[in-house]
């Protein structure tokens, strides 16, 4: 049974950069297509950025264009999410996510989870 586990999760303030790391056990991320989403309090799940396992294509929403960055290292079977211009409206749970075989331009993935983890903007 393969699992993903999310670390690097902090408390930060607003304008800084956090990276989250979310290492793969159990399978090879390489064929696999990575999401990740975020949950604020209160808010529905978002899907934020996604990363195809064929083309390696990437994919963000429009609310963390050109501060967010996914990407991934097939060689330690880890994806990161770089995040960078934080803003307080960032401030949610963090979950990794993935799905074999995927391209994002289909579907998100969502057949893995990740636990979660907590990313916090505050001055």
């Known amino acids: 049974q393969g699992q993903l586990v999310e670390s690097g999760g902090d408390l930060v303030q607003p304008g800084g950069s956090l990276k989250l790391s979310c290492a793969a056990f159990?399978?090879?991320?390489?064929?696999?297509?990575i999401g990740w989403f975020r949950q604020a309090p209160g808010q529905e799940l978002e899907g934020i950025a996604c990363i195809s396992n064929s083309d390696g294509s990437r994919y963000v929403t429009d609310s963390v264009k050109g501060r967010f960055i996914i990407s991934r290292d097939n060689a330690k079977n880890t994806a990161y999410l770089q995040m960078n211009s934080l803003k307080p409206e960032d401030t949610a749970v963090y979950y990794c996510?993935?799905?074999?075989?995927?391209?994002?331009?289909?579907?998100?993935?969502?057949?893995?989870w990740g636990q979660g983890i907590q990313v916090t903007v505050s001055s």
């Open positions: 159990g399978f090879p991320l390489d064929h696999h297509a």
């Open positions: 996510t993935a799905e074999a075989e995927l391209s994002c331009l289909i579907r998100w993935p969502v057949d893995y």
